[in-house]
């Protein structure tokens, strides 16, 4: 049985920096696409972006350019690091995997996500 499991969320104050952790069993990370998605309050969940499994990069800039997810094989988890947070970042965090190479189907493993507010 697969699992995904996010953590690290929680309140943080504008500026700080923030890095979330999804470790994963019944799969192993090297082996899958990865991706990183955040919903919003009020608003639709949408991608941050992913990592092909065909990378095998230690970390990797993902679509926001200031925002980098990085691959343990070893504790079989992701990480995804946000600097200088904004309210705008505030969100459930999700971790998600596929077999496939990159993230433009469906997911296929979903985590339950962890909550970020970016307050002061």
């Known amino acids: 049985q697969v699992q995904l499991v996010e953590s690290g969320g929680g309140l943080v104050q504008p500026g700080q920096s923030l890095k979330l952790a999804c470790s994963a069993s019944?799969?192993?990370?090297?082996?899958?696409?990865l991706g990183w998605f955040r919903q919003a309050p009020g608003k639709e969940r949408e991608k941050i972006g992913c990592?092909?499994?065909?990378?095998?990069?230690p970390k990797v800039n993902l679509k926001e350019g200031r925002i980098t997810t990085s691959r343990d094989n070893a504790k079989n988890a992701i990480y995804l690091e946000v600097p200088n947070l904004s309210p705008d970042d505030t969100g459930v965090y999700y971790c998600?995997?596929?077999?496939?190479?990159?993230?433009?189907?469906?997911?296929?493993?979903w985590g339950e996500g962890t909550l970020v507010t970016v307050a002061s």
């Open positions: 998600a995997a596929t077999s496939n190479v990159n993230c433009d189907r469906a997911m296929e493993y």
């Open positions: 019944g799969l192993s990370v090297d082996l899958y696409t």
């Open positions: 990592v092909s499994r065909r990378i095998n990069a």
